[in-house]
Nanobody, 122 residues
């Protein structure tokens, strides 16, 4: 059974870069048919897809955060990371990493981490 665990600082100052790591166990981040994804949920708001990294290392980002987002991976450690630059208090959210099953006709998250709250101080 795959498990995902987010880690990183819970408090970040405005204008700095938010950095989170997702450590995956029970599956390899190079397994064909899966993408590895970051999602967030600000307080009182819905889920927002941040971006994904594919088996080949290709990245895709959501339009609203694309200019500030970078997702990378370390296949040796079976981890993928999120960096969000120039943060403001509006970036305060619970950040989740997830495994996304991708087929020709469908895509859905089939496993999630527990999430980690990141607060951006003004």
């Amino acid at each position: 059974q795959v498990q995902l665990q987010e880690s990183g600082p819970g408090l970040v100052n405005s204008s700095q870069t938010l950095s989170l790591i997702c450590t995956v166990s029970g599956d390899s981040i190079t397994t064909y048919g899966y993408w590895w994804t970051w999602i967030r949920q600000p307080p009182g708001k819905g889920l927002e897809w941040i971006g994904s990294i594919t088996v080949s290392g290709t990245t895709y980002y959501g339009p609203s955060l694309k200019s500030r987002t970078s997702i990378s991976r370390d296949t040796g450690k079976n981890q993928f990371t999120l960096q969000l630059s120039s943060v403001t208090p509006e970036d305060t959210a619970v950040y989740y990493c997830a495994r996304e099953r991708v087929t020709t006709f469908n895509a859905y998250m089939d496993d999630w981490g527990k999430g980690t709250l990141v607060t951006v101080s003004s």
